[in-house]
């Protein structure tokens, strides 16, 4: 259970995402690189157990980067020391296997397993539904892999004290470690994240459509890469005038009805030359992997919903390899023409019909 997870990790990794150290996040970054580092370095003599292993908790809103920090920092240490092994994992994988890890009685086989690594990660821990007592065991976890001398990175969306139900013991162990905050960013900060997606996207921008789209709220790393790939799919909007008309609440209402998962899986099959069955199968064939990347893609992006919901539709497939899947289709993009081309047409195709649904 525990390998083929660490397997998972290691593989969305070692995808070359796109990242750009900006001062808001430079502090979370440096503080979580250096402690995966020390444990390497320490590692490279016999382990001892009386030097344990640090805690950092990165708290930060929706879409400010706290994921992205935590990969580019496991690429940092896998470029230092490529034999080292690590997990980052969603709290919505592994609280639950954790639980059922102790029901079995497996904990010690996680130990052992976990004990050997030089990073473990848990992403949005407060945006799980665990109660207290499954937090509690997460806590005593974290007592333990530090006992061993394993680097613990946690994300939340707030800070410790506000995550219900989190009990006394756990909040006392975020705040008692290295704990970095993720700021709003700052206009120039702003400027340059929108300059810096629109060249992933080879997407010539004006002064007036880059600022404009740098004001836009809510103003975060993720919000504006969106925003910036939204126009990427719409390459007629070029001035000022028709930006602003493609974000515009008229616009926006005209788009809001959601497609559901089998429209979009019946369209990308049909783009591609495969079934929808196909798509929702458990097969790894590398001839489905594109259509499966571009229709959870789009079921992210169009129907907005959960990572969750999107995995047990395609193949009861986790969280963490839906994050994967979308991530990789992303760094795709910018290079293949051709996949962009088939993207905007899916995309359109699938907007087109739900207007006729409605019509």
């Not at 493609?246 to 788009?255: A, N």
């Amino acid at each position: 259970m525990f390998q083929a997870l660490l397997a998972q990790c290691r593989a969305a990794v070692l995808i070359d995402e796109p990242f750009l150290l900006l001062p808001e996040i430079e502090f979370a970054y440096t503080a979580t690189v250096r402690g995966a580092a020390r444990l390497v370095e320490r590692g490279k003599q016999p382990r001892a157990y009386d030097a344990p292993g640090k805690l950092t908790c990165l708290v930060g809103g929706s879409g400010s980067g706290k994921s992205l920090v935590c990969r580019q920092a496991a690429r940092e240490l896998l470029r230092r020391h490529p034999q080292q092994k690590f997990a980052l994992l969603s709290a919505v994988d592994w609280l639950p296997r954790l639980r059922r890890a102790q029901q079995l009685g497996q904990l010690a086989e996680f130990f052992d397993i976990a004990g050997q690594l030089a990073l473990f990660g848990v992403d949005d821990l407060d945006r799980v539904d665990a109660d207290e007592a499954l937090l509690s065991l997460w806590s005593l976890c974290c007592d333990e892999l530090a006992a061993r001398g394993v680097n613990v990175l946690i994300t939340l969306s707030q800070p410790p004290g506000r995550c219900r139900p989190f009990p006394p013991r756990l909040v006392s162990r975020l705040h008692g470690g290295v704990y970095a905050v993720l700021p709003p960013l700052e206009t120039a900060s702003r400027r340059k994240l929108v300059a810096f997606a629109a060249a992933r996207h080879q997407l010539p921008l004006s002064d007036d459509v880059m600022q404009w789209l740098a004001d836009l709220p809510p103003g975060s790393p993720r919000a504006l890469c969106q925003a910036v790939g939204r126009l990427a799919a719409h390459p007629s909007a070029s001035t000022l005038p028709a930006v602003q008309r493609l974000f515009s609440p008229r616009h926006q209402q005209r788009s809001s009805v959601q497609p559901n998962l089998s429209l979009i899986a019946h369209h990308v099959a049909e783009e591609f030359g495969v079934t929808a069955a196909d798509l929702r199968s458990q097969s790894r064939q590398r001839s489905l992997q594109i259509a499966r990347q571009c229709a959870m893609f789009l079921a992210r992006d169009l129907a907005k919903c959960p990572m969750e919901e999107i995995g047990r539709f395609f193949g009861r497939r986790t969280h963490t390899s839906v994050s994967h899947c979308c991530r990789k289709l992303h760094e795709l993009l910018p290079g293949s023409p051709t996949l962009r081309e088939q993207l905007a047409r899916l995309r359109q195709r699938i907007v087109n019909s739900l207007e006729v649904d409605c019509a």
